[in-house]
């Protein structure tokens, strides 16, 4: 009985299934990074699992637990390993929690993945903001900048980000064209990126376009017969150019 009277006090533990990413968020604890990383895939199940027996209204049925579930759990693996990969390459700090706006992004990615039906494109779109936000050589204006594209990323769908992917396309073959200039109205405009798209609907565009807009990743237009669209840029912003090269260098590293 003594023996167990004077026994250490146990380490607080991290298991995924006892707490959640919010309240790990308040910690502030750079060894949580390591044992999430380092959890196992059953403590990543057994976590999920506890989430979506939480009584929350959006898991209300037996079938969508089910899928949520399974794709948490592989989008919780997934990243994981991407963020060992990175630290183990030197692309981040093996301590990212040091630098506040690196650390937020790693916080709310995880509660991303925790509470939202898993949207691929803005999950690659943020772990490309989360990347920039932490690389080891940005400096702090540049991991700030990168917060605020990780918001503008969790604002984005699969629809509004293709689009971005095409007016981005667009800038590239002109920047590395013959550079004719001139313009076009934008009904044209629309009528040219649904047939880049693929899906040929301008009414799609129109609606997607209005987020982009919103957040700045492209130039607003005026009345849609108006000559206003420059195909110099094809409506990119300076930010659309720099939220589009996160994302550029995040692929690059999916392919090395």
């Not at 609907?201 to 492209?218: N, Q, T």
């Not at 849609?224 to 195909?231: C, G, S």
Request: aromatic share 8%; charged share 25%.
């Amino acid at each position: 009985m003594a023996d167990v009277e004077n026994a250490a006090p146990e380490e607080p533990s991290f298991v995924l299934v006892a707490r959640d990413y919010a309240d790990i968020a308040h910690l502030e604890n750079p060894s949580v990074i390591e044992r999430i990383l380092s959890s196992s895939r059953s403590e990543k199940v057994a976590y999920v699992s506890a989430l979506l027996t939480s009584g929350l209204s959006k898991f209300a049925l037996a079938g969508p637990k089910v899928a949520l579930a399974a794709t948490a759990v592989e989008a919780l693996t997934d990243f994981g390993k991407e963020v060992s990969e990175w630290i183990k390459e030197g692309k981040i700090p093996e301590d990212f929690s040091g630098r506040p706006s690196g650390y937020q992004t790693w916080v709310e990615l995880l509660q991303e993945i925790d509470s939202n039906p898993i949207d691929a494109d803005r999950l690659k779109a943020m772990k490309a903001m989360f990347l920039a936000a932490n690389d080891v050589n940005a400096t702090d204006h540049a991991s700030v900048l990168a917060y605020q594209l990780f918001q503008i990323a969790k604002g984005l769908n699969s629809s509004q980000l293709l689009l971005l992917r095409g007016v981005r396309g667009w800038y590239l073959d002109y920047i590395r064209g013959p550079r004719t200039g001139g313009s076009m109205a934008t009904s044209q405009w629309r009528e040219a990126m649904a047939h880049r798209l693929g899906h040929k609907l301008s009414a799609l565009i129109i609606r997607d376009e209005h987020k982009l807009v919103e957040y700045g990743l492209i130039a607003p237009s005026g009345d849609a017969h108006e000559i206003n669209v420059p195909l110099m840029d094809a409506r990119m912003t300076d930010l659309g150019i720099k939220f589009c090269e996160n994302v550029e260098t995040y692929q690059e590293t999916l392919r090395t």
